[in-house]
């Protein structure tokens, strides 16, 4: 009984927190929009600015150094579509049985108002459509994409929660903006042939064209628009998308990142978003066609990315960094495809990791990162809170069978 209690403890917490702080916050990439990258000749070279983000606020950033750096905290987009996700849930939790639930039912629908309607007012134009992306410049590698260029991967998320909203709510505002995203997968993602098919760019602008995960939550967007305007161009781009993906898993379940050679990492929580977004196909049109794909794709995220006392691992061979990401994924992953009872107690030992190693108990939020022999402190606001705040309330469902 205490440890039910624990979950929605911290669930409340976890509330206060981010409410408290209007769900701003920093970020994992926003280091390189400090002063010395935007208004030095420093920071005109890409791979400097690569790895200064790399240093000061990414997987080598121990130290939190955007106070130093006079970071600004924002909205992000993605960040308050998992929040408002996360809201839908508990009200669902609330109706199922209020006196035990973290939130009331007239909390969960006030931050759902709340923040669907401020998350319309994050959506920005691509060249045809519109969607959803970061507030800050997104620095890799090979390419560099501007400050609120939209994404696949946010737009994704922001469906989702505006068409969960909807189903709550009956706001017709959340659903036009979720249906005409459609647009911008359909006229702005370009799409890269690939065998039999191809792949949803992560953007409109080149530089992530082929990336499984990316390419994966495009063709969910569109399926989530077919099924409230059945228009069968969408199911078929959706499936061909899914298909070409599905060809390329690995005998053993998994899927590489992408397909640029510096892109051959197996990774934890976009193995997670893989198997969400198949998910949704059978979950849309009740086929079975994918069934060994997700079994596959699950089993190989159970055996490879947690260990044998449920603690998670970044990579499938490779135990650190574990990123707070790679806590959370599970959730979500288990409650969708069907496989919370039978993994109830690693979902457990997880979350007691998780509270162990990542949480404050002080402060109440959750830590960025846990190395070897130190954890990496940083809050940061849609990749360590919303993103825990949406997991753990799928847990929540989880455990009352909802």
């Known amino acids: 009984m205490m440890k039910d209690l624990a979950l929605s403890e911290t669930i409340s917490q976890l509330h206060d927190y981010c409410s408290d702080r209007d769900y701003k916050g920093h970020d994992v990439a926003d280091s390189v929009d400090c002063w010395l990258m935007t208004h030095t000749s420093i920071g005109k070279n890409n791979l400097i600015r690569f790895g200064f983000l790399q240093l ?4 080598l950033g121990y130290i939190n150094m955007r106070p130093l750096m006079r970071i600004p905290t924002f909205h992000n987009g ?20 209020e006196q035990k639930a973290p939130l009331s039912k007239a909390v969960c629908l006030e931050k759902i108002d709340y923040l669907g309607h401020l998350l319309l007012t994050l959506r ?9 992306g970061y507030p800050t410049t997104w620095q890799a590698r090979n390419f560099q994409f501007p400050a609120n260029t939209p994404t696949a991967v946010a737009s994704s998320f922001a469906v989702d929660a505006l068409l969960h909203a909807y189903t709550l709510t009956k706001e017709e505002d959340f659903k036009n903006a979720a249906l005409e995203t459609a647009t911008f997968v359909l006229q702005d993602l ?52 899914i298909e070409t993906c599905v060809r390329d898993q690995a005998a053993d379940g998994s899927w590489k990142y992408g397909l640029l050679p510096v892109q051959t990492w197996i990774d934890n929580f976009h193995t997670g978003y ?19 794909c997700l079994k596959r794709g699950a089993d190989f995220m159970l055996q490879h990315h947690f260990d044998a006392n449920g603690v998670p691992k970044y990579y499938h061979n490779k135990q650190y960094p574990i990123d707070i990401h790679c806590c959370g994924s599970l959730f979500p992953m288990l409650y969708k495809l069907g496989l919370y009872e039978e ?3 690693l979902a457990r030992n997880v979350y007691d990791w998780t509270m162990d190693n990542m949480w404050s108990k002080r402060k109440h939020y959750f830590y960025f990162q846990h190395h070897k022999w130190f954890a990496n402190k940083a809050s940061l606001m849609r990749w360590s809170q919303a993103f825990m705040m949406n997991a753990l309330s799928y847990y929540e469902k989880s455990k009352l069978g909802i």
């Open 78 to 97: 993605k960040g308050i579509a998992l929040f408002l996700n996360a809201y839908c849930n508990l009200y669902e939790v609330a109706c199922t049985d």
């Open 56 to 59: 000061t606020g990414h997987r």
């Open 274 to 292: 893989n198997l969400e977004a198949i998910w949704e196909y059978k979950h849309i049109t009740g086929s079975d066609r994918y069934d060994d």
């Open 190 to 241: 370009h799409r890269t042939p690939y065998k039999e098919g191809f792949m949803f760019s992560y953007s409109q602008y080149s530089g992530n064209d082929t990336v499984y995960n990316a390419s994966l939550l495009a063709a969910r967007i569109l399926l989530q628009c077919y099924q409230y305007e059945h228009n069968e161009e969408y199911l078929n781009l959706a499936q061909t998308a």
């Open 343 to 345: 993994n109830a107690t």
């Open 124 to 132: 920005h134009k691509a060249d045809k459509g519109a969607g959803w």
